[in-house]
């Protein structure tokens, strides 16, 4: 088991930058793949970015790529999402997810992690 704590989010200009985190508590934390996800209001959850325990795999959605960087920390169990050129339409819930399985695993069906965290809001303005 494991509990997951974003934070970070808040409001923030178009073009600007934002670090969200995630603390995870209780089990190790090495072994877990993480992931981004976001949901915007009345859409569906969208997938964001995804990383391996080691950090040395990441995998991201085509509409964050080169913008968005997912990274970890193990010694904080923690895993950040660097935000930048940010856009009005990146306005949503942000949540975090861990899995045991592996990151190769996990890209089959990465809306199928086991566990997630209760999100952050970032606001975009245009």
């Known amino acids: 088991q494991v509990q997951l704590v974003e934070s970070g989010g808040g409001l923030v200009q178009a073009g600007g930058s934002l670090r969200l985190s995630c603390a995870a508590s209780?089990?190790?934390?090495?072994?877990?793949?993480m992931g981004w996800f976001r949901q915007a209001p009345g859409k569906e959850r969208e997938f964001v970015a995804v990383?391996?325990?080691?950090?040395?795999?990441?995998y991201y959605a085509d509409s964050v790529k080169g913008r968005f960087t997912i990274s970890r920390d193990n010694a904080k169990k923690t895993v950040y999402l660097q935000m930048n050129t940010l856009k009005p339409e990146d306005t949503a819930v942000y949540y975090c997810?861990?899995?045991?399985?592996?990151?190769?695993?996990?890209?089959?069906?990465?809306?199928?992690?086991?566990?997630w965290g209760k999100g952050t809001l970032v606001t975009v303005s245009s």
């Open positions: 209780g089990r190790t934390f090495s072994p877990y793949t």
């Open positions: 997810a861990a899995d045991l399985r592996p990151l190769g695993v996990v890209l089959e069906n990465y809306y199928g992690m086991d566990y």
């Open positions: 990383i391996s325990w080691s950090g040395g795999g990441t």
